[in-house]
């Protein structure tokens, strides 16, 4: 654990469960110039278990005993994305930094709300954990395409695997809480907005949990034109996989086929499937954790904003019609405030 000190930004984690664990361990052992402030889970026993893993910290029941009891500097939400609304309005109005998990929430409207409140706080407070952002293969991706060294960017091709989805996960879920990262991805890589969104489903997985439609096909238009495919398979079985293939007018380039090295031995080829979004996106979520910790000293954000979180949600909220009604569905966003400009 790195040694906690007094002058330390004390980072509250609110929800201690897979993804929030994760970060209470980041927080506590390999972040510089923070420490874990406190743990907030309706679940006592998880939240003492996981502060009892960094050497302790205050638990709490709410967001609002953890303000009042004013135990931290700022925070990171890893509650379920359908709960972030409420308690984001909490945290806007105490004027708490606060890196919010995706999905800011989960559809256009309430993402709208909390892009209001922010701007009536008058600056801006929340970083959205988009954190393929902070990946190295994204990053480079979209240097290559900035840079226009291969002639325009035509198509980008996403597949998106998960081993098993976690219990509850539904239809629209596949598109609010997983899609959700390609619609940022895109607009990252394209720096464009998305005008369409069109779902497809076509033969389901009998792997598939039982309500769940497994895997679909994503298909977006931003508004140069470029199209964007995505495969999302959230019971693949096979593990962890985050793939993206770029088609310029002169190369194809692809990124993230693994995290690991390759590997030929006894005839054979290949490297390691990563098992969750842990091992794949550990240096990102790494990197993203740091910038916003220092960021959040300055008083600033240091990545993708809650605006990107609200247009990234109109694009959920367009493809969820979409696989309601098998249309293809125009995105519609609202004016950008000046905030964000
Ligand atoms: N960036 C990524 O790659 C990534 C990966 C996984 C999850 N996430 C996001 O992180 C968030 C959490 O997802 P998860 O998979 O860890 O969920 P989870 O269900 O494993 O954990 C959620 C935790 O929140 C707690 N909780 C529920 N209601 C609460 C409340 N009102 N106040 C305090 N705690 C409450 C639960 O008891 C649980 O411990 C979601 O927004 C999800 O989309 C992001
Ligand atoms: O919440 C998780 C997380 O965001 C992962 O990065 C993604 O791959 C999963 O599909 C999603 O369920």
Redesign the pocket.
Same mark, same amino acid.
């Given at each position: 654990m790195t040694a906690g000190h007094s002058r330390d930004m004390r980072v509250g984690i609110? *929800?201690? *469960?897979? #993804?929030?664990? @994760?970060h209470i361990r980041r927080i506590g052992h390999d972040i510089l110039r923070a420490r874990v402030g406190a743990v907030?889970?309706? @679940?006592r026993e998880?939240?003492e278990a996981a502060a009892a893993d960094v050497g302790g910290a205050p638990v709490f029941?709410?967001?609002t005993e953890m303000l009042e009891a004013q135990a931290v500097d700022a925070v990171i !939400?890893?509650? $379920?994305?359908f !709960?972030?609304e409420? =308690?984001l309005g909490r945290l806007l109005a105490a004027g708490v930094p606060t890196l919010?998990?995706? $999905?800011l929430t989960p559809d256009a409207e309430s993402a709208l709300r909390v892009v209001q409140a922010e701007v009536a706080v008058g600056r801006q407070l929340i970083q959205v954990? &988009? #954190?393929?952002r902070f990946d190295t293969g994204y990053q480079q991706l979209r240097q290559l395409i900035t840079s226009g060294e291969h002639g325009r960017l035509l198509m980008l091709h996403h597949q998106h695997r998960n081993p098993v989805p976690?219990p509850g996960f539904t239809d629209e879920m596949i598109i609010q =809480?997983s899609v959700?990262?390609e619609f940022d991805a895109i607009r990252y890589f394209t720096g464009e907005e998305t005008v369409d969104v069109d779902v497809r489903m076509g033969l389901p997985s009998s792997r598939a949990v039982e309500g769940l439609h497994d895997p679909q096909l994503v298909t977006v238009q931003t508004s140069s034109g470029i199209l964007a495919t995505v495969e999302i398979f959230v019971s693949a079985q096979l593990g962890y996989q985050v793939h993206t293939q770029a088609s310029f007018e002169a190369a194809s380039v692809r990124i993230g086929e693994s995290s690991t090295l390759q590997l030929t031995a006894g005839g054979r080829a290949g490297s390691a499937v990563d098992e969750s979004?842990?091992p794949r &996106?550990r240096e990102a979520?790494d990197r993203e954790v740091q910038r916003w910790v220092d960021a959040a000293r300055r008083g600033e954000i240091d990545g993708p904003s809650a605006w990107d979180g609200y247009a990234a949600a109109a694009c959920c909220e367009a493809g969820v019609e979409s696989q309601r009604t098998g249309a293809r569905v125009t995105v519609e966003l609202a004016e950008t405030p000046g905030l964000y400009t």
């Open positions: 609110v *929800g201690a *469960g897979r #993804m929030g664990a @994760d907030v889970d309706v @679940d998880r939240a029941g709410s967001v !939400l890893a509650t $379920p994305g !709960l972030h409420e =308690d919010c998990e995706k $999905p954990g &988009f #954190m393929r976690p =809480d959700v990262h979004f842990v &996106f979520y």
